[in-house]
């Protein structure tokens, strides 16, 4: 099975299979791909929208938180002056109020306690020169330590922290000291000419701090005029604070926000808390008087990578649409597969159902449907197609002797090299062990049936090599064929296969049309072997005898027993025309055993009467098969009553080569009844004349073609002289076969030949015609001069 021409046969059906699934998967691939693709942009859409989403809340809540923030602040600067304002109405609620007035109410409004950030609260009394004395007598009065002026010295006016509070842990400027000759005089004098409170930083003890001052006239109302402003100063009512405890806790609700407040449009922050996030936004918000708040912030969530949500939704949707896709292109290419797998194994099994395994040609199957498609197409355009019906003759000695294998083996090379020699259009075979059809299709495009036949001849005359055998074989071949139109496919293979038939009977390498007599040659022998299976039973069978003579004194010796079956309709038939059928059924067997008994018979009554011949009898090879053969002669011969040496048996030298050493074996114990045996035909079979030695037989029958042609041949002449020698060297009798004329005779008179039987002599008898010619043997009466042409008998 792994010759060539198989895998080329193979190769191709596989091949067409394999353009199908060059890329099996592709479209599912594309389309899960996009599929992906689709799943990966909505992802990344989603994530971006989440971005833009959160970018937008965190702006949002930047936005709100500086608004909450600025607010909280703006609050914090109107608590600072309503704190002012309050002092203020308690200075005017109360004449001229002692410092130990005011502490009091501070207490008890617990100031300090309700305003954490507070640093120092107090009234800075504004004191003319001319008003220095009463001052320091009032301040006497409340005290028992006496108000001394520092830094001592007279000057145009005075500004005395005359009451106040101060946080225990902070300085508290000395009793009698002039604010206004230090670094706050100034500030004291600018708020006395403004009119409104100023807040402003301010650092003590290296603390920084936010001043809240407020100036307050006489009478509790700001005058309108500057003058007015600077004649009726009374005193300024300050605070400072912390802003750093209020911006901290401010921001304890907003983690990751910052404030800066910046004074007087400066860029650089008086106050800051908080930490900004990097790449903060800012947002400047006026709180009035100079001050600038800035509220430092995330104003945005990042890009798309520092959204959680948004990098959730992006490797969520990726890895979903990479599963989801690799799902579908599974479960889509796994059904495609099974799709696939079981349209190819269709594919097979078809091919299969439809070729021959072994040369992978179209079997009887597809051919015959291939025929029927011929017939048809033919049938319409008006034209002929053609059947080739091949067969290789002996193919079955390739299988015998070389093995299955090898025979195998030969029928490819053989089905390639047939197949090499036909053109394309041509469908080629194989319809049996060793047959071959091929179709013509008919119209101009069909070659010559009778070229086409003579190609594949040729084609097939060359030896073929075969691994194993040792010498080139090769192989003869037979083709029937038939042209035309016919019922039915069958039909035309039919009538090729007749041909065939007749090719092989005409001998090797032939070809032959089929024409309507064969076919009536096929039924009359169709017919025939019906009517055969009945003739033994139905005693249609009856035996002629033909004498055999010594050549010497032209004595009867014996007597061949030949067959001839009395057909009820058509007369007596010579064993030419059924015993090939006989031996097709194995007919033969019970025929060839009916024969030995009729005839050992017949020889008994002939010895009961004193004729002492012996007899005979043609065996045919058929008769080996089963060994039956020697209990038959055993019983004939014991039935009859006759002696073993009565008895010869005709075998053909094809006979024996069948199978030769079961042959020769039965032969040997067949010998051993004292039975001798002649080889019939002999020199038409293939036996080496050598192996003649190690053959059981007696006798040689020099067959009749030789004996008609050495009247003619020196060639024949000079065989028929080698036999004789032959078998004389080897002690056999020898036996001329349809000796016909004079000359013939004269010339095996020559060559010494033992005994002649022909025509010349006696044609085969009936038993009671034979009878008379023992009685009164009928010599051959020679003429003269011309000798007789030959007669033409039977
Ligand atoms: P065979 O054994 O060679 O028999 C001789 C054949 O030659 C006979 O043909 C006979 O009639 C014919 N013959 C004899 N003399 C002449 C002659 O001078 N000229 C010509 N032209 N023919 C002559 P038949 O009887 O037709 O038998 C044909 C063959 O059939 C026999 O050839 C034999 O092989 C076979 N056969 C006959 N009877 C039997 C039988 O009982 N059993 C078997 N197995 N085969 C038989
Ligand atoms: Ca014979
Ligand atoms: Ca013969």
């Known amino acids: 099975m792994s010759t060539q021409g198989i895998l080329t046969t193979k190769t191709s059906s596989w091949a067409r ?4 699934t060059r890329h099996p998967y592709r479209r599912w691939f594309l389309a899960v791909t996009a599929l992906f693709m689709l799943g990966a942009a909505t992802s990344i859409y989603g994530a971006v929208a989440i971005t833009n989403s959160g970018n937008q809340k965190v702006q949002h809540a930047f936005t709100t938180s500086s608004a909450e923030i600025t607010d909280v602040l703006k609050l914090y600067v109107h608590h600072q002056l309503d704190l002012i304002t309050s002092v203020e109405s ?13 502490t009091a109410w501070t207490k008890a409004v617990d100031i300090l306690g309700h305003n954490k950030d507070l640093d120092e609260l107090g009234v800075v009394y504004y004191v003319t020169a001319a008003q220095l004395p009463a001052f ?12 001394v002026v520092t830094p001592a010295g007279t000057r145009p006016y005075y500004c005395f922290a005359a009451m106040g509070i101060v946080r225990p842990e902070s300085d508290t400027p000395p009793q009698g000291y002039d604010l206004c000759s230090g670094s706050e005089g100034p500030l004291i004098l600018s708020a006395r000419s403004d009119g409104d409170g100023d807040v402003v930083p301010y650092t003590a003890g290296g603390v920084k701090q936010l001043a809240f001052e407020t100036p307050i006239y006489r009478g509790g109302v700001t005058p309108t005029s500057l003058a007015g402003r600077q004649r009726n100063f009374l005193a300024l009512v300050a605070l400072t604070v912390e802003p750093k405890i209020i911006l901290a806790s401010t921001l ?8 800066n407040l910046r004074f007087n449009g400066t860029t650089k922050p008086v106050f800051t808390s908080g930490v900004a996030p990097k790449g903060a936004a800012r947002i400047a918000v006026s709180l009035g008087d100079g001050w600038t708040v800035d509220v430092l912030g995330r104003s945005s969530g990042g890009g798309l990578f520092s959204n959680r949500n948004a990098v959730y939704i992006l490797v969520g949707g990726l890895v979903l649409s990479l599963v989801v896709a690799m799902l579908i292109f599974m479960l889509g290419t796994d059904r495609a597969r099974l799709r696939r797998l079981v349209d190819d194994r269709t594919e097979q099994l078809n091919f299969q159902a439809t070729h021959d395994m072994l040369t992978g040609l179209p079997n009887r199957t597809l051919i015959l449907d291939r025929t029927e498609q011929l017939l048809t197409r033919n049938r319409r355009a008006g034209t002929y197609g053609a059947a080739l019906f091949i067969d290789l003759d002996d193919f079955k000695n390739v299988n015998d002797s070389l093995g299955h294998e090898a025979g195998d083996r030969l029928l490819v090379l053989v089905a390639a090299r047939m197949k090499a020699a036909l053109r394309e259009v041509d469908t080629i075979g194989r319809v049996g062990g060793d047959e071959f059809v091929v179709l013509l299709d008919g119209g101009e495009s069909m070659g010559a049936p009778e070229v086409v036949a003579q190609r594949l001849l040729d084609a097939m005359r060359d030896p073929f090599e075969l691994d194993g ?8 071949t037979s083709i029937g064929i038939a042209v035309g139109d016919r019922p039915t496919g069958s039909v035309l293979l039919r009538d090729a296969d007749v041909a065939l038939y007749q090719a092989k009977a005409k001998g090797k390498n032939k070809f032959i049309f089929f024409d309507q007599k064969m076919e009536d040659a096929i039924g009359h022998r169709l017919a025939l072997e ?6 033994l039973s139905d005693h249609q069978f009856r035996l002629f005898y033909q004498p055999l003579y010594a050549l010497a004194d032209l004595t009867i010796v014996g007597v061949e027993a030949l067959l001839r079956w009395d057909h009820p309709k058509l007369g007596l038939l010579g064993p030419d025309e059924f015993i090939p059928a006989l031996e097709r059924t194995g007919q033969i067997r019970d025929v060839g055993a009916w024969v030995l008994h009729e005839a050992c018979a017949q020889l008994a009554l002939w010895h009961e009467r004193g004729d002492p011949l012996y007899l005979s009898v043609n065996v045919s090879g058929r008769q080996f098969d089963d ?11 014991a039935v009859s009553g006759l002696e073993g040496h009565a008895l010869c048996i005709e075998v053909t030298e094809t006979a024996l080569m069948l199978d030769m050493a079961s042959v020769v074996r039965d032969l040997g114990t067949i010998k051993s009844l004292g039975v001798s045996i002649a080889i019939d035909d002999f020199g038409t079979g293939y036996s080496s004349l050598s192996s003649l030695r190690e053959l059981p037989v007696d006798c040689i029958k020099i067959d009749q073609s030789f004996v008609s042609s050495i009247t003619t041949s020196e060639e024949s002449m000079a065989v028929v002289r080698t036999f004789i020698q032959l078998g004389r060297d080897l002690g056999l009798r020898t036996v001329a076969e349809g000796v016909e004329t004079f000359d013939q005779m004269d010339l095996l008179r020559a060559c010494d030949v033992d005994f002649v039987q022909g025509f010349l002599f006696s044609r085969p008898l009936e038993p009671k015609e034979l009878e008379a010619h023992l009685l009164e043997p009928r010599r051959p009466a020679r003429p003269n001069p011309a000798p007789p042409r030959p007669q033409q008998l039977d």
């Open 17 to 20: 299979l394999g353009q199908r």
């Open 90 to 102: 308690f200075l005017f609620g109360n004449q001229r109020p002692t410092s130990a007035q005011f």
């Open 136 to 147: 320091v007598r009032e301040q006497d009065s409340t005290t028992s330590t006496p108000f």
């Open 252 to 259: 304890e609700n907003y983690p990751h926000m910052a404030v």
């Open 469 to 476: 055998s040792l010498l080139p074989l090769i192989v003869n």
């Open 530 to 535: 019906f009517d055969l299976r009945s003739a």
């Open 627 to 637: 060994h039956a053969l020697i209990e038959q002669i055993r019983g004939a011969l």
